[in-house]
């Protein structure tokens, strides 16, 4: 059996191919999965048969329970192999796709110096408790991440790195000095999902404190966060793990110049 079947077109003549895929484990399409967790349990039979009964209770049948070790005082960590008959059509899958051309840094250096005719600045921060500078650094700080310079290196971008644990209040205000073109905000920490409640609250705080059209835009980043969340929570650009500078400043350039919407709401 193949790991991808690709059906008849989307009824209507629709462009869409029906692309379906299974997990591959030992052989193609045998729809082997592994998965890992911790259940709050001492290590014993009992709490290894608790782990495979979740383990099928997700879907997963037959279940084997691969490993099994305690993890300090009564709690047990598992991983479980075994099959689910789940599958995913690919045509149906949604994402946010780079809508964006991929600008090289002088392009972006060119396009701002011709168009906006100033330095582009930038402000960002993590806010709320987070601690996790690594990921804006990558981002901001012209040491970039795997080879790629950070958005300190462009010559036409002003880069303010507010650090870690900045309040919103503070933010506000350091955006309203640098008399932003846009926040970037990191936000690594989602227990309790606290990257959900702090973006919320910046971007409320943004709306608050500056007339429509005078708002920076609003860039979060973190590797958990939903890429199709914008709307809910109020910001312009998602952007989620793996992401380069390049990425970033190409969007920016998008965002603000060559693809400049109407004013923001
Ligand atoms: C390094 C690290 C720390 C360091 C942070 C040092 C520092 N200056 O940043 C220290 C030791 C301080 C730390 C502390 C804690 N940590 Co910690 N930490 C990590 C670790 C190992 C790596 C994170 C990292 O640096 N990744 C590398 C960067 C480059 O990747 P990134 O953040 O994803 O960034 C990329 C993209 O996401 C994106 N991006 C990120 N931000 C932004 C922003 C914008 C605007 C854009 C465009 C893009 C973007 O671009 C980046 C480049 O590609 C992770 C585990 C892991 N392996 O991921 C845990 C982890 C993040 N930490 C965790 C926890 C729980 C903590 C503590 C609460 C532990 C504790 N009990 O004290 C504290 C919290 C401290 C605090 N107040 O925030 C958990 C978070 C769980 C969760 N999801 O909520 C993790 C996942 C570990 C785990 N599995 O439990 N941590």
Redesign the pocket.
């Given at each position: 059996m193949s790991g991808v079947e690709v059906g008849a077109a989307a009824p209507g003549g629709g462009a869409a191919e029906k692309k379906i895929v299974r997990p591959y484990g030992d052989t193609t399409g045998d729809g082997m999965v592994q998965v890992s967790f911790t259940l709050p349990v001492p290590h014993d039979k009992r709490a290894e048969g608790a782990a495979v009964q979740l383990a099928n209770k997700m879907g997963i049948d037959p279940a084997m329970l691969v490993h099994a070790k305690q993890m300090g005082d009564g709690f047990t960590f598992f991983v479980v192999y075994g099959r689910v008959n789940h599958l995913v059509d690919l045509a149906a899958v949604q994402v946010v796709e780079r809508d964006f051309p991929l600008l090289s840094a002088k392009e972006v250096n060119a396009v701002v110096k011709q168009r906006l005719r100033r330095k582009l600045s930038v402000v960002?921060a993590?806010i709320g408790?987070?601690?996790?500078?690594?990921?804006?650094?990558?981002?901001l700080n012209v040491k970039g991440?795997a080879g790629e310079k950070g958005l300190e290196y462009y010559r036409e971008l002003k880069v303010t790195n507010l650090g870690?644990?900045v309040s919103v209040p503070e933010l506000v205000e350091a955006a309203r000095v640098e008399k932003a073109d846009a926040v970037?905000?990191?936000?690594?920490?989602?227990?309790r999902d606290?990257h959900l409640h702090n973006t919320r609250e910046m971007s409320a705080a943004f709306r608050e404190a500056m007339p429509a059209g005078k708002r920076p835009l609003l860039?979060?980043?973190?590797?958990?966060f939903d890429e199709t969340m914008t709307e809910e929570l109020g910001v312009d650009r998602i952007?989620?793990?793996?992401?380069?500078p390049g990425e970033?400043a190409s969007y920016l350039v998008h965002a603000l110049i060559t693809n400049r919407k109407a004013a923001r709401a």
């Open positions: 960002g993590c408790t987070d601690a996790h500078t690594v990921g804006i650094d990558a981002i991440i870690a644990q970037l905000v990191s936000q690594v920490v989602t227990q606290a860039i979060v980043g973190g590797p958990r952007f989620g793990r793996g992401t380069t970033v």
